[in-house]
């Protein structure tokens, strides 16, 4: 086929300057205006024109280098318009500036475009000469004539009107060559060669066919070996290949083209060398959010005991509740009665305590994580604008705003609220109220064993008339039961007081038994907050996801085009 290689290495830059163009659209590179550029004129299918006499020839020449019955040829004259001829998916016909333009599904369209023209000795001959400036901007100018007519004036004519630039793109063809001996062909060309002399003052390439047989090889394969050899039609291709395909002016193109792919690869290459850049001072960016949202959790960890501190009157005022409570739980009354059923007293204070503290703790953790909140809402208020302005992204609202706050102050209060057990170990209170009590117990049980005793001797004596004894054991009687009173309320005097002292000095256990758990809710709540960057973080690895198989794109087209080139290589 007709400039094959040429081409092969055309289609191979147009496609892969097409994929350049394809990757410079996702990667947000400004493609410049293509309008005249080499690659707009490589692509471009090659212009041929056939010119000459009635019956020269044109037509055949034309399907035989098609290998189809392209334009129609017959003893009288079939073309009486100038056609043009290009791919088209289906048949058609349109009709521009007087020329007729039809279109068909054949291969070597693709690559050329066809213009038959009506003879130059025809009723249309003005047509011809008129269009002259047209046909002058083909890639090459075929004059035909016939082998047993090649001095005919009408088509010197024609050659003679033609530009100085339009011959250096033109040829004459000697058609019906196989009517001709190879001894008469010499002649023939020597003659056409003094003509041009005379009438353009150049020699033009001169190149004999017999395009009907080329065309009779093509469409029929048995008559191929005979019919292709006497044709001369593959040395008609040959000049082809060689005068149009393989010119200097295309070899221009595809090396400007491929200059122009060259430059484009090397826009993209920065563009993403730019966005690599970018992203990467966008992870520092983050990484530096971050970092402040850190440094604004550790600040509030380095208070931590001041705020801690805060929270002593609540735990003071439990202390002086819970006193309160015991005293009334000391009375007695309470105590005669669990003196019969039992004394469950440490246990239910260290409940009571239990709840009080953990009421206190809460209030205070409530109280605290709006106070948290508070500070990493205005740090979010910051953050938000910069991300925008810097990367060009909303994060949208805090993590930790809206429904989100309460759910976040939920979860704070519970993790401190977590302390409580801890709490209550370090304070002991249980342990500590078992052994005063108990023994409590035995010296109140005892006394009142003596005046239940006294008091039973008393009766008696009264009942069997030792009224001696009676009344004495009644005084001792009510005497114990004096001593049973005073030391009840002695006694709850000094286990209250005891007990409300040592709470009171526990108070830096009580900071210390809550410092941890209070630590570890702070850490979460800003985790919390910090997921708010974690949707921006997100959308830049998602960009440099896709950052990756750009560059590898980018890779291959290099490889290809500089491949391209090798081949290209002369």
Known sequence: MVGERHFAARDRLLGCFSRIRDLAASSGVEWPDESGSAREKLARPIRLVVLGEINAGKSTLLNALVGAELCPAGPLPTTQRTTLYRHASSERATERNGWQILGRPLDLLRRFELIDTPGT??????????????????????????????????????????????????????????????????????HMRDLCLK???????????????????????????????????????????????ESPSRRYLIDRTMQEAGDRLRDIESALDRQRRSMDDDGWFLAGLEREARQL?????????????????????????????????????????????????????????????????????????????????GHWNDVRPRVIERMGLD?????????????????????????????????RVRACLDSPLRARNRRLRFLLAMVLLLTTAAGACGALGIDRWAWPLAFAAAGMGGVLLLSAWVSRIRIVGQTRERLRD????????????????????????????????RQLADRQETLKPRQDQWDRLHLELRSIEQDHQP
């Not at 005991?305 to 735990?315: D, Q, S």
């Not at 830096?508 to 997921?531: Q, S």
């Open 395 to 427: 994060p949208g609202t805090a993590a930790i705003h809206g429904d989100g706050r309460e759910a976040s102050t939920g979860r704070f209060v519970a993790n401190v609220a977590r302390a409580v057990p801890g709490v209550l170990g370090q304070l």
């Open 506 to 537: 526990s108070v830096g256990r009580f900071e210390t038994a809550m410092r941890e758990d209070y630590g570890e809710a702070v850490r979460a709540l800003f985790d919390e907050y910090a997921n708010g960057l974690i949707g921006v973080r």
């Open 199 to 245: 009438k353009v003052g150049r020699e033009l390439p001169i190149v004999a066919v017999a395009a009907g047989l080329a065309l009779e090889a093509k469409l029929d394969p048995r008559e191929a070996r005979k019919s292709w050899s006497a044709s001369r039609f593959g040395a008609f291709e040959e000049f082809l290949t060689a005068t149009v395909c």
């Open 121 to 190: 000795n025809s009723g249309w001959r003005d047509g011809v000469f008129a269009d002259i400036p047209r046909f002058e901007k083909a890639d090459l100018l075929l004059v035909v004539f016939p082998s047993g007519n090649t001095w005919t004036a009408a088509t010197w004519d024609l050659v003679s009107a033609l530009g100085d630039e339009a011959l250096e793109r033109t040829a004459l063809v000697v058609q019906q060559s196989d009517q001709k001996s190879p001894e008469d062909l010499r002649v023939i060309e020597g």
């Open 297 to 377: 959790r550790d600040l509030v960890l380095e208070n931590s005991p001041k705020t801690l501190a805060g929270a002593r009157g609540r735990y003071e005022n439990e202390v002086a509740r819970l006193s309160r409570a015991l005293g009334r739980m000391l009375g007695v009354g309470p105590t005669l009665w669990r003196l019969f059923v039992g004394d469950a007293s440490p246990a239910r204070i260290e409940a009571r305590l239990a709840d009080g503290l953990g009421e206190a703790i809460r209030d205070f953790a409530a109280v605290d994580a709006e106070r948290l909140l508070e500070e990493c809402e």
